[in-house]
């Protein structure tokens, strides 16, 4: 019986156990189907961070970490895909209407991005202030400090003109920089600008300079001429040394604006500058059925060199070359600059024909011919030539047999193949052109001379070298340290007998053809007459801008 009771004992122990067995498994199962269910605690559903505006089929991982830690890790971009925001707001959005509107002016408007476009050394201050119906202003000024030290200023120029909706000038748009300015306690009138390109591989970089009237209150425009050969790229920086050498704090400049242009000449016409001088005389001459119209052109001694030309040159002449190229410029211009205005302006009235009377050209480089030909030969009026002592000759090889030999030739093309002596026939009267670049006139040209004039019409004579007349002498010895640099008796040339004889048949026969003589060489405007009637006309420099338009016209 015992027996018994232990196997029924046993039986409901394993009963028991598998019973317990079975209620565990269901509550595995519960929990597990609990975990699976597609909805978790809501203590998890909160994102470790927020996103304005995410897309609703964004969804993040839920955190397993404590809330400070899930707002402070960065979220695993393996366990989710970052969501797009709302597009920022543009920085040309907040610059004010006044902003930039054409990446060729920069001008400048009060706003709090300034900062991060304007750059001051600690010599400098800076602000955009109101100046009256000129409205936005820069207005740059010496900082009191310490130590007084040239002030500049850094414009991010490419930086701003993205944020006013702008795409920044090319490189070679930017051949000047015209600043529009006004000055206030300012003793030194230096403006310097630095512009940079740093959007290629290697950083460009040029600097100009210009001047300024420290005395002048109103606006006036400074010229700095920056690129002068084309490059690609674009303009990134700006640089602008306001005040040089400032004495005290406080010394103010204003910019309204900065303008970029291709060209000097472009620049000047938009300052309103008389890029030309205009002077006049008239020709009467009995007979005439008609009336004519010349344009005397005269030194304008353009120096313009090639890398060609100082390949073939002497470092002495490369270098003495490039002084007189600065030294004859003009309001800014080197003369090859305004050289091809000129003969523009001859164009534009329609002028019968030139006078060239010599230097036209400082010395025979090939840049030099080549402006030369070209600019004679684009223009419709005929041109009648003479050669000045500059013309042909270097300085280092002046008036030798090298240079009669190798450059007047150079010059046959213009002369009708004789440099020494030619001349246009006209209806009623004759243009001759004789060489006496040398301050004299050879017997074989005085010949020749002497033969037209028996043709018996009247005849106007271009020279280089003025005849001297007592009246003309006090002016050349005042522009030439005391030296008579005419020709004639008490002059240039005076033991020449066939000087003598020529100055004769032009100054003093009275029975003379000659009816009007134009010069240059002395440099500037005069008027003269000469012992038997005959006037002599100089005209001004060329390079100058100076320039005499000549009407011959019937005889009342």
Known sequence: MLKGIMNMKNKLSRAHWLLVGMLTMIVCLGLFCACDSGNPPTETTAPAHSVTNAPAEVTESPATESPTEATTEAPSTEAHTEPPVTEPVTEAETLPADKPTDALVLTFCDTPLNGDFIDPNTAAT??????????????LSVADSKRISDPFVKIKYADYMVAAGLEPAAWNDCGVALVLLKVEGVTNNKLEMTASDKSGEKTKTVRASGFYKTGKQDWQYVMLPLVENAAEGTLTELRLDFVDNPKAPGETVYVKSITFVKDKITAMNMMGAELLHVGFATVEIPGLTEEFTFVHITDSHVSAFSD????????????????????????????????????????????????LTGDLIDFPSEKNMTLLYENINRVKAKSIFCLGNHDWNYADDYMTGNAVTTNRPLFNDLTNGDPYFSYAEYDGFIVAAIDNSSDVVTQETVDKFLALCEKGKPIILLLHVPLHVDTLEPDVRKAWGNRNITMGPGAMGSDWGSVRQFYDAVCV????????????????????????????YITSTGYTGDLRVVTVKPAN
């Open 126 to 139: 800076f602000e955009v202030v109101q100046d009256g119906d000129m409205g936005s202003v820069l207005k």
């Open 308 to 355: 060609a030309d100082i390949k073939s040159w002497t470092s002495a002449r490369h270098t003495y070359n490039a002084a007189r190229r600065n030294a004859f410029t003009a309001d800014g211009l080197y003369a090859e600059e305004r050289f091809p205005l000129l003969f523009d302006y001859a164009d534009e009235i329609g002028a019968d024909g030139l006078f």
């Open 509 to 536: 026969d009275e029975n003379t053809p000659v009816v009007a003589v134009f010069a240059g060489h002395v440099h500037f405007n005069h008027e003269d007459t000469f012992p038997n009637g005959v006037k002599q």
